[in-house]
Structures are given as C-alpha cells and as structure tokens.
C-alpha cells in the first residue's frame, strides 16, 4: 500500500513540476537556449522516478494527511468494523496481538470475546500498528494492477521498437560508395563522432534516421541529394548519436510507462520529442554562419517530402517527424542568436530553483513503518505467554535467529511451531514458549537508560553481563549491548541503573514475572535539557521508551499538551503507553474518555477502560447502550465480564503488578 | 549462400587473399594507397566490419592492431560467383557462356586450345 502512495505521490510532485514547465517555457523560448530547454526536464523525469524526499514535504504531508483521514474513515465506518477490530488489532487494547518480524500479527484466540479488551493497570505496553490486512491486501492489488500495466506497456514499446527495426534493416541496401562512405568519414571527424557510423538507404523510412544505442546505423530514404543537405543530414544525425539522444528518450518513456495513468507525463514525453531535434538542431546551426543556417533549413524541409511513410515516433531519432513541427524548426533556425550570457545566467537560476522545488515538493515517505522498526519487538506485558490458538497456527513463519542486533530475540520455540494447542495443565513445567520480554525506558536524570527483562536465556549468550548487587544485597546478573558498555564503566551510572533496577526488582518479585534476565538496551544522557523539550524529540523520533520515561517526570500542564498531540496524531502506541503510567486519578483519564468516545475513536478509548473502575465502565456501558454505540457497547460488556474472570480455572491474579495475561493461565516462576 | 558484396568491399578481399588471405589492418590501408585508393580510415573500417558480419572475414586482435583474416578462399568465391553469374544469365548451363565466348572472341584461340586440353585431363582423371 505504501509503495502505491509513494508513486502516487512522486506522480502528483512530477505532475507539478510538469505543469511549470509547460507553462513557463514558452514565455522565454525564443531567448534561452534550447538545449537548456531540453535537458531541464531531466529534473521533471527524476522528480518522478526517485523516491526521495525530506521528511517533511509538501506532497509528503499532502499524503500523509490523506492517509490520515482514509484511516479515520475506515475506523469509524460502522459496517464491518468490528471485523475489522477483531482481526487487526491495531488498537491499543488489543495488545495481546504479537507483532512479527514479517509485519503479521498472531491474535488471541482463547479469548471467547471477539471484541477488543481494555488494559489492566499499569501494565507496560507498547504497540505497534500493523497495517490492517485489508488495507494491504487492497493495496497489494493495486500495486500488482499498476505494475502489471507497466511492464506491458513498456513490452509493447520494446516490441514496436525490434519490429521497425527489423524491417528497415531487412530492406536497406548498404552505401558502398567509398566517396560517400568518405564523407561520412570527415562529417564523423568534423562532428567529434569516433566510431564509425553504418550508412544505408532504405526507401521505405519516412525520413533520415538514426539507428542504434552503441553502434550508430544511419538510414537515408534515397541518397540522392544535393551534397551540402547530405552533409547537414548526416551532421544532424551524427549529433543525436553524440548526445545519446537514443538514452534520454527511452527513460522519458520507461518514466511514462511507470505514471502510465498520467496524462500529464505523456504530454511531457510529447515536448520533449520536441524538444530534443530543437536542441539537436541548435547544436549543428551554431558552427554555421546565416548562409549555412538556410542550407541547413532547405534540408529540414526537403526531408519532409521526401521520403516514404514507415515510421515509429519513439524508436528513432529522426531529422523531422511531421511538418507540423517543421514550421517550429525553421523557425527557431531563422532565429537563432548566440546565446547570451544573461540568458545563461537565467537558465541556470531557474534550475535551481527548480531543482529545489522538486525537492522541496517531496513525495511520500513511509514514516509509519519507523514506530515498527523501533517496536519491533514482543511488545506486551512482562513476560507474557504467548497466544495460543485452538487448532491450527496462525503464522507459518519464525522470527528471525537471534542476532546481536537489539532487540531481536529468539522464540523458544523447537519446533518450528510458535504454540502449543491446547493448555497447558498446571503440572507442566515448560513455560519456554513464548516468553517475551518488555522494554521500557527509565528516567533518572540525567540518565536515560532503555531495559528490558525477562530475556531468552540463548540470547543472554550474545550479550555481555555484569553483576550488580541491589540495595538488598542481592545480585543480579545484568545484560546490556555494545553501545552500553562504556557507560556501564562510570559509577555514577552504574548506581543510577542499580537504584533504578532495585525498585524494579521489589515491584516485581512477588509476582508471576519477576525481574530476571534484564537487558540494558541504551543509556542516554541528556544532561540537563528540559524533560519537556526532550520529550518532544523522542516523539518526533518516536523513541517510545524514552517518551514514556521521560513523560513521567512532566508537569501536569505538558502531560496534557503532549497527551492531546498525541491523541490529534492518532498514534494509539504511545497513547497506550502513556495513559497506562497516568495515575488512577488524573482528569486526564476522564477528559480524554470522554474525548474518544464522542469522536467515535474506540481504540483510544478501550486503552482508556482499560484504567477504569468497574463501576465506571458500568455507568459507560449505560451511556453507550443510551447512545446506541453498538461498538463501544461490546467493547466495554467485554472489559466487564474480563474483571469477572475470577472464576475460571486460570485465572489472573489480581496482584499490583500482575499483568492480564493472554491466557489467563498460570505461568510457573522459575527461579 | 555467399552474401553478395559490393565493389569497394571486394576489393579489400582482393587484397586481403593477396596477403595471403589474411592481413592486418595497417597492411590494407598501406595496400589501399597503393592501388590508387585513398580512402578514410573509417570508411575502410566500416567496410571491413561489413564483411565480418557477412562471413567472408574474422577478425583478431594481435596486441593492439586488428588481423583480419579471409574465411573463403579466392577460388571458392570466384567459383560461386560464377555459378551465380551462370545461373543468372546461362540458366546454369556453362556451355551457353562458353560459346559466347568463343562467339566474341572473347577467348581467343590459342585459350580455347588450352582449355580444351585441360579439360581432355581432367576428364581422363574422374
């Protein structure tokens, strides 16, 4: 879906700097040079060829603002949406969903409900926003039906192309007439042209050609000329080979093939057909004086008659294709002047500027695959089993080997199966599949340290450790990365971490999952910036960790602004991460519930439920019941029978700490 | 089926079987020059690279300079040509350009006597 974007986008960008073109040339045609006229549209066919873009753009927010909206429109569409909610899972209180490496997600079926549920306290949680399958599943097709158009047209353009040249290569007769084939051979030399061009005659060809991308074959209709006008005929070819006229034409035509649905594009391609005999033109006028200009326009128009009918606009590159174009030609050889070196000094401004303006127009830029990349990971609550699904498996992939990259971790499993079936009775030991570690950000400024715990015992073997001994005298193996290893030298960070790891342990310990295996990912300092401005970095970096560490330590009034930047951006990850660490009492709470559910945001809203009381969601359950909001209806039925799970056989413990657990099953604690 | 090739292309062949049906590029300019042709160094190029592609030439690189080499013999050529010519104009039948020969004089007699000896032996050989 994000490549079709893209390409709308670099079509859109080109389709601007296009229309510029076409609406200012003719306004200096006659007083810059032609040539400049031509190859300036090299920066139109890279504006839509190169996906490159800074990352705030005009055509890039333009896209991205779309997108925005197109995704606001399918959440709040009630048909079909709770199908959606149940498979995706792209909001955040469907955390339970499993983020794997190839973009796919694993759901929770053991959960009897099909509706999203809310949050339990204080579980830590980041979530990524897969892209929904059936955003990508339309897209694909898209994708697929646009390429598909392409690489047929351009077959089609290959194909036309051999044929012409086949036949006029079938019905030439090669000039063996060493006088002829001599002057060839001084117009070669004259023209700076080094390897030889063949010379044929072939009757047939609608006009003076030239032939070939390596090996120049020029084709005569007849030989029978004057000599001056078979000398400019052959110089004038001889130039096209020289400029590898042949080159240009064919990317302005696979750029046409690409932004086929252009209209646009095809004209450009039309101009600078044009454009490019206009230029050739100049480049053989200006070593003549007026006398040989007019020789050399009697050629043009002489070619124009003559000849036969078998042509093919865009495989050759010929003296003249029509005689529509021919009174532009003659025109702009009547009037040649030597360009002027203000008209130089013009020409070259307006590149630039337009240059800039191409980069400054952009493209689409897919940024919402940075919140993926960063959580890439397992991101669920401390240790959590894995879901497992009644019956077949879900996903037929693995997660990729453990590297020593951060963050990748290596599933426990053996076979090649991420689950079990089935549950897992309480005797069973072998709690290995499927542990998953979290990865939250600490703040005690001015360090910044990124932890995660709970790590695959293998991938502890590709980390270094050291030893640090808690407050309570206990010690604790540590992991951390390369880029923590310096840090991890300096006292004063060493027992920033050590405090930072021994409250985790005492929260922790009592509960299904203590704090075992940390990993340090990242130490930041940030020295003394304002908890506020570095706030505002890891969001616009989408460090989620580092945000959410960060943001404990912002006063009420920023809470609230970034609280609001984030909810009007959409970003659910970072709004689950943030509302779970506001406190039980913070009118934050209440204002944004009430936010989300008048705007219809129900994934926003179940990560708010997820904080509330039960008799909150009870007075809410009322309200939507009232309102006839049938989704948030279910929605919150189910956060209410997930609280009146005490009854079943694995049911969560209701411990500070204990974290909703996928299963609801009891997970052994090893220690 | 020989490609027919045109009048400047044939005589780079001449020379080329005069040099003992290969020769280099430098050999056949000089060659050129001395047969009254001063042609340019890329229409000769040209020429050559014709015959490559028509299968009477091969070239190869001797350090730097080009060798090409005569892939038909000048008697092989002479003798399809002269078939061609025959078929062209005698329907295949030698007898008829034989006659016209003799016809315009334009093999004299003490030719005629030659060939007629010389066709005796040959007969006598198969």
């Known amino acids: 879906m994000n490549t079709v974007k893209t390409i709308l986008s670099l079509s859109f960008s080109g389709s601007l700097l296009i229309l510029i073109l076409l609406l200012t040339k003719p306004l200096f045609r006659h007083r810059v040079s032609r040539q400049w006229q031509y190859y300036i549209w090299l920066v139109a066919v890279a504006r839509l060829t190169l996906p490159v873009s800074p990352r705030i753009s005009l055509v890039g927010t333009l896209f991205q603002n779309m997108e925005q909206t197109v995704q606001e429109i399918l959440f709040s569409s009630p048909a079909g949406s709770l199908d959606l909610l149940s498979q995706s899972g792209d909001d955040g209180a469907e955390n339970r969903t499993i983020l794997l490496s190839d973009n796919r997600f694993l759901q929770d079926n053991t959960a009897q409900q099909d509706s999203p549920r809310p949050q339990k306290a204080d579980s830590p949680v980041s979530v990524t926003v897969p892209d929904r399958h059936n955003r990508s599943e339309v897209g694909s097709v898209i994708l697929f039906l646009w390429l598909g158009t392409a690489a047929a047209l351009l077959m089609r353009k290959i194909t036309l192309y051999q044929s012409f040249v086949r036949f006029v290569r079938a019905g030439k007769k090669e000039i063996s007439d060493p006088e002829l084939l001599d002057r060839l051979a001084q117009t070669e030399e004259v023209s700076g042209v080094r390897q030889p061009a063949e010379l044929w005659v072939n009757p047939l060809v609608s006009s003076p050609l030239l032939l070939g991308f390596f090996r120049p074959c020029i084709v005569l209709p007849s030989v029978h000329l004057p000599e001056e006008q078979l000398e400019y005929t052959i110089r004038h070819e001889l130039t096209h080979y020289k400029r590898k006229d042949m080159f240009y034409k064919w990317l302005v035509q696979l750029t046409i093939c690409l932004h086929w649905f252009n209209p646009l594009v095809w004209l450009m391609g039309r101009r600078i057909d044009q454009d490019c005999d206009l230029a050739c033109d100049e480049a053989v006028i200006s070593s003549l004086d007026a006398k040989g200009r007019q020789a050399y326009g009697d050629t043009l128009f002489h070619a124009v008659k003559a000849g036969g009918d078998y042509r093919n606009p865009l495989v050759s590159v010929t003296l003249g294709k029509d005689s529509k174009q021919l009174k532009e030609r003659l025109g702009a050889i009547m009037g040649y002047k030597k360009p002027s070196r203000s008209a130089s000094a013009v020409s070259l401004i307006f590149t630039v500027f337009l240059i800039l303006g191409a980069h400054a127009a952009g493209a689409y830029a897919d940024t919402g695959s940075q919140e993926l990349t960063t959580n890439r990971l397992l991101l669920l609550g401390p240790a959590e089993r894995m879901p497992k699904t009644n019956g077949h498996d879900r996903s037929s992939g693995q997660m990729p080997a453990g590297d020593n990259s951060v963050g990748s971790v290596r599933w426990a499993s053996e076979k090649n199966s991420l689950f079990k079936t089935g549950r897992l009775s309480p005797a069973e030991e072998n709690y290995e599949d499927g542990f998953l570690y979290t990865r939250q950000g600490y703040y005690e400024p001015p360090y910044l340290f990124e932890i995660g715990w709970n790590l695959w015992e293998e991938s502890g073997n590709s980390y270094d450790c050291t030893d640090l001994s808690l407050s309570s005298g206990y010690h604790l193996p540590v992991y951390f990365t390369e880029t923590c290893k310096s840090d991890l030298q300096d006292g004063k960070i060493r027992s920033s971490l050590t405090g930072i790891l021994t409250g985790l342990w005492e929260e922790t310990k009592d509960t299904e999952y203590p704090l075992i295996r940390p990993l340090v990912i990242s130490i930041q300092n940030t020295g003394s910036i304002e908890p506020a401005v570095l706030a505002e970095q890891f969001y616009a970096n989408s460090s989620l960790p580092q945000f959410q560490a960060v943001f404990a330590l912002l006063d009420n009034h920023d809470q609230k602004r970034f609280l609001e930047k984030i909810y009007d951006d959409r970003n659910i990850s970072f709004f689950s991460r943030v509302i779970n660490k506001l406190d039980e009492d913070s009118p934050l709470l209440a204002s944004f519930s009430e936010k989300s559910y008048s705007d219809g945001q129900i994934n926003f809203f179940s990560v708010l439920a997820g904080r509330m009381t039960e008799d909150r969601i009870k007075s809410w359950l009322e309200r939507a019941i009232k309102d006839g909001k049938v989704r948030f209806q279910l929605m919150l039925t189910s956060a209410l029978s997930d609280d009146s799970e005490a009854d079943e056989p694995f049911a969560p413990k209701e411990d500070a700490g204990a974290e909703h657990r996928l299963d609801g099953g009891k997970a052994k604690v090893k220690k | ?126």
Do not use: C
Request: zero cysteines.
């Open chain 2, 1 to 126: 089926m020989i490609q027919q090739i045109s009048d400047s292309e044939l005589e780079l062949m001449k020379i080329i079987w005069a040099e003992g049906d290969s020769a280099l590029y430098a050999a056949i300019m000089e060659q050129l020059a001395e047969r009254g042709k001063h042609w340019q160094k890329n229409t000769v190029i040209t020429l050559l690279s014709r015959l490559v592609e028509k299968g009477l030439l091969k070239t190869s690189k001797i350090g730097h300079r080009n060798e090409y080499r005569a892939l038909v013999s000048q008697s092989d050529y002479q003798s399809a040509q002269t078939q061609i010519f025959l078929d062209k104009l005698y329907e295949g039948s030698a007898r008829g350009l034989v006659l016209t020969l003799i016809q315009k004089e334009i093999l004299s007699p003490e030719d005629y006597e030659d060939v007629r000896q010389f066709w005796e032996k040959e007969r006598e050989r198969r």
